[in-house]
């Protein structure tokens, strides 16, 4: 992803309504150039500290590579007490994204596009990881070796992040 969409002066979608097909083509056309989207529905809505969704995406074109998914995963402040009270967190997994994301050694969803605005709204669109079989929060339902692989997941997170001078400049994320 390029940096010139980390944060903008142009305003982001506030409500899940303005992730029109014609908002949706625009942002997914970093990763996918050429995408041009037809109709976009949304299911599966949560509040969490953000607001979320799974989107199912109908295109006219899937633009040059072809690959761009059917269903993905959107989170945002998509009402206005969200965005005020989340706004840090908002802000933060977009930059985590942007910067960390393609070094950490760990499984995470692929980002398709992450972006913050001047006016507190930050969006990242995910990889649906349920289109791979992967679930989400069941700690519960965990197996003694699926907690061991959770265990070194964190344990390379926590080696690959420990005295690195990455982590000072995120502690000013905030501003």
């Known amino acids: 992803m390029s940096e010139s969409q980390e944060s903008s002066s142009t305003r982001l979608p506030h409500t ?10 625009s942002a997914l056309s970093e990763a996918f150039p050429g995408v041009r989207v037809r109709r976009v529905s949304r299911s599966d809505e949560r509040i969490g500290t953000s607001a979320s969704c799974r989107l199912k995406i109908d295109y006219d074109d899937r ?23 989340y706004w840090g967190a908002l802000q933060q997994e977009v930059r985590f994204y942007r910067e960390f994301a393609a070094t950490t050694p760990m499984h995470i969803p692929r980002c398709y596009f992450a972006a913050n605005d001047d006016h507190q709204q930050g ?11 992967v ?8 197996s003694v070796d699926q907690v061991a692989a959770e265990l070194e997941q ?8 420990w005295r690195d001078l990455a982590c000072a400049r995120a502690a000013k994320w905030q501003r």
């Not at 679930?135 to 965990?142: K, V």
């Not at 964190?154 to 992040?161: F, K, S």
């Open 16 to 25: 899940y309504e303005e992730m029109t097909p014609e908002w949706m083509s």
């Open 135 to 142: 679930t989400f929060g069941n700690w519960g339902a965990l």
């Open 154 to 161: 964190l344990a390379r997170l926590h080696a690959r992040w």
């Open 123 to 133: 969006i990242t669109m995910l990889e649906d990881i349920g289109t791979r079989g």
């Open 63 to 85: 633009g040059r590579a072809g690959e761009a998914p059917d269903f993905l995963y959107v989170k945002g402040g998509f009402d206005d007490n969200q965005r005020k009270r």
